[in-house]
């Protein structure tokens, strides 16, 4: 896996307590990183492998990455894990944001978090 070969980016995430692992039938099987700011624009044209500084009182949880297998689990669960993390760790988050790719075509999310309870 070509994301394996990015060590320091998950090594220096990890410290910065801004990856959290994806569990699936009781094994990490991914991760999840993201940054807390108030201008998510300089995550979003960074080097994706780029760790960079972050605001923990800012109101925009930016998810970086998604590192994960189609297969996994339950991906509500993991969705609601994540969303509880972010409440219970950083209070002042309002939203959270995240980019996907599909068929070549990247499409921009951006959710109010007191919507997303589950």
């Known amino acids: 896996m070509s994301h394996l070969l990015h060590k ?3 090594n220096e995430m990890l410290k ?9 039938q009781g094994v990490i099987s ?9 201008d998510d624009e300089k995550y979003i044209k960074a080097d994706p ?6 605001d923990p009182n800012g109101e925009i949880c930016y998810v970086a990455q998604v590192i994960v297998p189609k297969e996994v689990e339950n991906p509500i669960r993991i969705w609601s894990n994540f969303k509880k993390h972010i409440k219970d760790n950083f209070g002042n988050v309002k939203y959270i944001h995240w980019n996907r ?16 309870n589950a």
Not at 16 to 24: A, M, T
Not at 30 to 38: D, K
Not at 49 to 54: K, N, Q
Not at 101 to 116: A, D, H, R, V
């Open 16 to 24: 910065k307590e801004r990856l959290l692992p994806i569990k699936s």
């Open 8 to 10: 320091t980016y998950y």
């Open 49 to 54: 492998y780029a760790v960079l500084d972050d």
């Open 30 to 38: 991914g991760f999840l990183s993201f940054y807390i700011t108030n």
């Open 101 to 116: 790719g599909k068929n070549g075509t990247m499409y921009s999310y951006i959710k109010e978090l007191k919507k997303l």
